[in-house]
C-alpha cells in the first residue's frame, strides 16, 4: 500500500500545475527554474530513467533558450514536464 502512495506522490509531481494544464509552458527563467528544481529534487529510484530523459530535456531546453530557439525550448520544456 505505501508503494502506491509513493507512486501517486510522485506521479502528482509530474502533473502540469493548472495554469499551464491549456497551454504550453513558456520559455521564461520562472519556468525553467521550476523544471529544473522538480527534476532535481525527485530522489526516487523508481523514477530514474524518466529523471534522465526529462534532465536531457532540460539541457536541450536551456541550449534552445541560449540560442534564442524559443519554440524548440518550448517543446523541450514541456518534454520535460511530461
Known amino acids: ?17 493548472p495554469a499551464f494544464a491549456d497551454e504550453m509552458m513558456k520559455c521564461d527563467d520562472a519556468n525553467m527554474m521550476k523544471m529544473d528544481k522538480m527534476v532535481k529534487e ?21 541550449d534552445a533558450k541560449k ?6 525550448c518550448e517543446m523541450h520544456l514541456n518534454k520535460a514536464a511530461m
Open 1 to 17: 500500500m505505501l508503494k502506491y502512495a509513493i507512486a501517486a506522490a510522485v506521479a502528482g509531481l509530474f502533473t502540469i500545475t
Open 42 to 62: 525527485t530522489t526516487d529510484p523508481a523514477m530514474k530513467t524518466q529523471m534522465e530523459m526529462a534532465m536531457g530535456e532540460m539541457t536541450m531546453a536551456m
Open 67 to 72: 540560442a534564442s530557439k524559443m519554440d524548440d
